[in-house]
Each structure stands twice: as structure tokens, then as C-alpha cells.
Antibody
Framework: VELLESGGGLVQPGGSLRLSCAASEFTFSSYAMNWVRQTPGKGLEWVSFISGSGYSAYYADSVKGRFTFSRDNSKNTLYLQMNSLKGEDTAVYYC???????????WGQGTLVTVSS | DIQMTQSPSTLSASLGDRVTITCRASQNINSWLAWYQQKPGKAPKLLIYKASSLQEGVPSRFSGSGSGTEFTLTITSLQPDDFATYYCQHYNSYPWTFGQGTKVEI
């Protein structure tokens, strides 16, 4: 199983960024996926969940209405569209595979998003 | 939202020690709890799921227990590779939340 995030970088407050996560070595459409972020030097925060089909998605209150989680099962790729970015969105963003009822069993290496002027 | 509170925040231990970390949920989460280990600069690693089930490949010195609102992660005979930060996470209902972490140091 391999998960590879990309798309992080420096963005100004109010700006937008799209993260991607390329998955390989497993049946991608059979698994729900998630984004989890970690503020530098601090703890973990679950951001969003998407079902294997992509039809269901859930969000943390802190990003609801600003972030959109989608997936392209034909490309084995996840996308996190982040709009109206705030300083508190600065974090390392991880994509993580959800094994139904059993936790995040595989994680990517993370991509750093910095929101600053 | 369900709040997860870990204790202690930092734990000093020696090689061979038995270590116990506690995680309390602000409301009943049944057994929908996972434990992760994280080392600096790395992604978290799943250790325990459903409160007490050991993830494949994780050494048997790690164990989890509890249900409802109180949970523990126990490491018997602490090894050099175990010095890390440990997080609990509930998945009873959205939003899923993590504890603030427990750093196990020498």
C-alpha cells in the first residue's frame, strides 16, 4: 500500500489550494479514505472522510463549507480542495486509508500547507 | 463533539518498564477506539483498533483495554523503539477526534 500526497505549499490567507493523494497497491475503490492534519508541534485533527464510492463525505466543523473532499477511482487519486484558507489551517496534511471499523491503517508521508501573508 | 483526554501528557520511563497510558472519552464510545504511535517527522502508525485488537505486525507487548469512556494502552517491557508519542482516537460518531497525545521519553 502506498499513499503519496502532493500539492502543499505557501498560500496567502483567503487563498485556495488543492491537495492530491495518489494511491497504489490496493483496490482503491473498496476503501474509504480520509484527510488528517497535524499542526506543527501539536496534535492530530481529523479533517474529512469519503466513502469508497465517493458518494458520502463528512467534514470537521473547522473546515465545513470551505474544504471539499473528492476522489477519482479511475485514477486512484484523492483530492482536497481547500478554499478561504486561514492561518489555523497551517499544518501537515496526511491522507489515510480507513479500514472499516478498524482505524487508519495506512498513511501517506504528509504534505505541508502554510497559510501566511 | 466527543472530547478525548489522555493522561499523562508526558511519561518518563526506562527500558524494560511497564507503561500505561489512559484515554477518557467525554461520552460513551463503546469500543470504537484506536491507538497510534508517532515518531518525529513520521506519519502515525496504527497499533490497536476496536479498543483491544492488535494491528497485524505490531509487537505483542502492546495491548489495549477498556470500553465506554475509559481506555488504556499498555506497553509491557518498554523497548528502545517504543519512545514516541501515542494518540488515542475515537470513531464512534462524526467528528472523529484524537487525544492530545502522550509522549513517552527516557
Amino acid at each position: 500500500v502506498e499513499l503519496l500526497e502532493s500539492g502543499g505549499g505557501l498560500v496567502q490567507p483567503g487563498g485556495s489550494l488543492r491537495l492530491s493523494c495518489a494511491a497504489s497497491e490496493f483496490t482503491f475503490s473498496s476503501y474509504a479514505m480520509n484527510w488528517v492534519r497535524q499542526t506543527p508541534g501539536k496534535g492530530l485533527e481529523w479533517v474529512s472522510f469519503i466513502s469508497g464510492s465517493g458518494y458520502s463525505a463528512y467534514y470537521a466543523d473547522s473546515v465545513k463549507g470551505r474544504f471539499t473532499f473528492s476522489r477519482d477511482n479511475s485514477k486512484n487519486t484523492l483530492y482536497l480542495q481547500m478554499n478561504s484558507l486561514k492561518g489555523e489551517d497551517t499544518a501537515v496534511y496526511y491522507c489515510a486509508r480507513w479500514r472499516d471499523g478498524s482505524g487508519f491503517d495506512y498513511w501517506g508521508q504528509g504534505t505541508l500547507v502554510t497559510v501566511s501573508s | 463533539d466527543i472530547q478525548m483526554t489522555q493522561s499523562p501528557s508526558t511519561l518518563s520511563a526506562s527500558l524494560g518498564d511497564r507503561v500505561t497510558i489512559t484515554c477518557r472519552a467525554s461520552q460513551n464510545i463503546n469500543s470504537w477506539l484506536a491507538w497510534y504511535q508517532q515518531k518525529p517527522g513520521k506519519a502515525p502508525k496504527l497499533l490497536i483498533y476496536k479498543a483491544s485488537s492488535l494491528q497485524e505486525g505490531v509487537p505483542s507487548r502492546f495491548s489495549g483495554s477498556g470500553s465506554g469512556t475509559e481506555f488504556t494502552l499498555t506497553i509491557t517491557s518498554l523497548q528502545p523503539d517504543d519512545f514516541a508519542t501515542y494518540y488515542c482516537q475515537h470513531y464512534n460518531s462524526y467528528p472523529w477526534t484524537f487525544g492530545q497525545g502522550t509522549k513517552v521519553e527516557i
